[in-house]
């Protein structure tokens, strides 16, 4: 098998390589990142939504027990 030695050309080839190869990892890196904090966000927002909404349903159905119970008096007056 023949010595490769250190020929400056391929030194600076594999430098340049690797480099890419971070870059590429770096950017990968990056995009995961994002897509997790985007997931993380919808989260936040979803479980949000849900928490207004059961106020919400509580809020209607206190209200309509509240009626109902006006309306039942208002029967006994009567």
Do not use: P
């Not at 690797?18 to 979803?46: C, H, N, P, W, Y």
């Not at 059961?54 to 006994?76: N, P, T, W």
Request: aromatic share 2%.
């Amino acid at each position: 098998m023949k010595d490769k030695g250190f020929d400056q050309n391929r030194i600076e080839t594999m430098c340049m390589s690797r480099r890419l190869d971070l870059d590429g990892m770096k950017q990968a890196v990056s995009t995961g990142v994002q897509i997790f904090e985007a997931v993380e966000l919808a989260k936040r927002e979803a479980k949000s939504a849900a928490s207004k909404e059961e106020k919400e349903a509580a809020q209607l159905k206190a209200m309509a027990d509240l009626l109902s119970r006006l309306s039942g008096k208002d029967k006994e007056n009567h």
